[in-house]
Every structure is written in C-alpha cells, then in structure tokens.
C-alpha cells in the first residue's frame, strides 16, 4: 500500500466513542480532549507531509483509544463505560522505506499497549490486510535498527576520545548505560559513565554486551545548538528525556518532543550508525585495545588497592 492508501484507509475508520472502539485520526494537540475522562477526540484525518531536507516523506498518524478504568471501578453499580474510561492515544509516523516495505515509529515502546488485540498494532495490521492478505508487520524487527551492540562501546570511547563526531554533531555526555554478562545477569550504571568506573571497566572487560544507552547529544544548526538526552536501544528505538530537551527556536514543549523524535529517528541515530560502519576497520583493532586497557586499569587499581590495604594492616596496632 502506498502511504496516500494508508492513510485514506486510516480516515475510513475513526475513534468511535459510542462503542469505544479506537480509531485513526490527526496528530493535531489543539483541543484534543487526551487525558480527560468521557469524551471524544474532535473529528480530523492523518496527514501526509511532504520530505523536507533531513526528513522523508510522512504519514503522521494518531490511535485514539479508552484506556481502561481502575481495577474495582466497572463494579460499581453507578459505572457507565463512555463516561468513566479516560482518552489516551498514539502517534504513529510511517514512511515509505522501499518499493516492499514502509517502516512505522510510535510514540511508546510499551509492549502491554502496542500488542492489545484491539490495540494499534493489531489496527494497522487490519489495514494493511484489508490491500493485501499476505502483508505482515514484523513486531521484532525494525527498519531503524543498529548495526549491533558493540556501538555502545564505541559511543563511550569516541565521547572520551572524539567527543565532535561530525562538524556539526557532538556526543555530550554517557550517563547511563546496561550491560549483559556470559550468564545474561544484567546490570544499570547511572549518574555517568566513563573509563574511571571500576564496573564500568568490567564490564568493558568481560567484553559485557551492552545497551540500551544514556546518551546526550548537542547538534548545532546556525548560531544555535539543540540538545538531546535519550536512551537508544539497538534497535534504534529511543526514549527521550524531556526535562533536559533543548531547542532554543521552539517554546512549546510537546512540539519540542514530536520535532526532537523526528530528528533521532530520521537524521541523529541513522547517522550515528553510518558513523559507526564508516569506522569499522579502525574499531576492529581498536576495541580489542580498548579491552586490554581496561583489563590493565583494574589490574594496576586493584593492586594499589591491594597495596594500600597491606600498608595499613601492617600499621596498624596490634
């Protein structure tokens, strides 16, 4: 299906609010109603916006749904579904990737709220068959996915070492990052990461796999630099701190969100992998020294440690 196919199917089936039943409309926030109890979006249709320069042609959609009430609620005697279920919603930006494949970006990575079998997902599927029988949505792939996990290794060491990755494009700061053992044990690092964290170094050690991670970028546009803090995962999803969004030609804050996503999804992270790719034959030698520089930081900060322990034991009084 063609996205102009989409999205006149999309317009065919809106959010019914007599029966509950979720439905497509616009992404516009003016009067949506999100959030309240018993009430309807105001009628609209998705758009399809033309390709700029950093972005692709797009259909922006929104899933209007009723979220259910509190547990104990639809017990009452009183309880009446249309007035007591709250307006909640999804946004949902498609684009064309090929000839045989469009690709989807949605405003949650809530697995609970993307696989309801009423849900989004489960609409646009009936869409998308509603063409073709044979069409199907591949939930565990995605179009924006990462070239593989050792890029998080490489984002800590360029923040370290080559922090401007492109004239325009700096990595600001790690503050966060996951990692995965040999026994898939998993660990958080918070509050910062960087090659003076004795878990940190082992984990770089041990060759951990890591990811998802907690990243700040500042991108400079003219006389102006926007900063970004998300959390990207390999599959190039991201989820985006808002507090510490900074975009100095936008004062609303959820345009600010919807125009900081679009630049991750569309621009910032499929360029960080091209990034990562282009460096591939300098990283294969380089992550290995990485590795052994790690192994022989521990080595020298234990047996100081070990050291200094020894020092103070024979010292002390007996």
């Known amino acids: ?165 492109a004239p325009d494009l700096r990595l600001d700061k790690v503050s966060g990052i996951s990692g995965r053992d040999a026994s898939f044990r998993t660990a958080d690092l918070r509050a910062g990461v960087d090659f003076d964290r004795p878990n940190f170094l082992t984990a770089v050690a041990e060759a951990d796999t890591l990811g998802p991670i907690d990243i700040s970028f500042v991108q400079h546009v003219g006389q102006e630099n926007n900063s970004i803090h998300a959390k990207v995962h390999v599959d190039g999803g991201f989820e985006i701190r808002k507090n510490d969004l900074h975009f100095p030609q936008i004062l609303d804050g959820e345009q600010m969100m919807v125009e900081a996503s679009l630049l991750l999804a569309y621009s910032l992270i499929p360029r960080i992998n091209a990034l990562y790719i282009a460096d591939a034959v300098n990283w294969e030698n380089r992550r290995l020294e990485v590795i052994e520089e790690a192994m022989k930081d521990l080595e020298e900060r234990y047996r100081s440690a070990r050291d200094a322990l020894t020092e103070r034991l024979v010292g002390s009084p007996r």
């Not at 758009?47 to 259910?68: G, N, Q, S």
């Not at 709250?86 to 990575?109: E, K, N, P």
Request: aromatic share 6%; glycine share 4%.
């Open 1 to 165: 299906m063609t996205l102009e196919e989409i999205r006149q199917a999309m317009s065919e089936c809106p959010p019914n609010h007599e029966n509950l039943t979720g439905g497509w409309a616009s992404i516009n926030d003016f009067q949506s109603n999100l959030g309240l109890v018993g009430v309807a979006p105001p009628p609209s249709t998705p758009v399809i916006h033309p390709a700029t320069d950093t972005l692709p042609e797009m259909l922006k959609a929104r899933f209007y749904y009723w979220a259910m009430p509190p547990a104990g609620m639809s017990a009452h005697p009183n309880y009446n579904p249309q007035s007591s279920r709250r307006l909640a919603a999804i946004d949902v930006m498609i684009t064309q990737v090929d000839s045989s494949h469009i690709g989807m970006l949605f405003s949650t990575r809530t697995q609970q709220v993307l696989r309801k079998r009423d849900g989004v997902v489960a609409s646009l599927q009936t869409i998308l068959q509603s063409a073709d029988g044979k069409i199907t949505i591949e939930r565990n792939r995605s179009h924006m996915e990462l070239q593989d996990t050792d890029i998080f290794l490489w984002l800590t060491v360029q923040r370290r070492d080559k922090p401007q990755i």
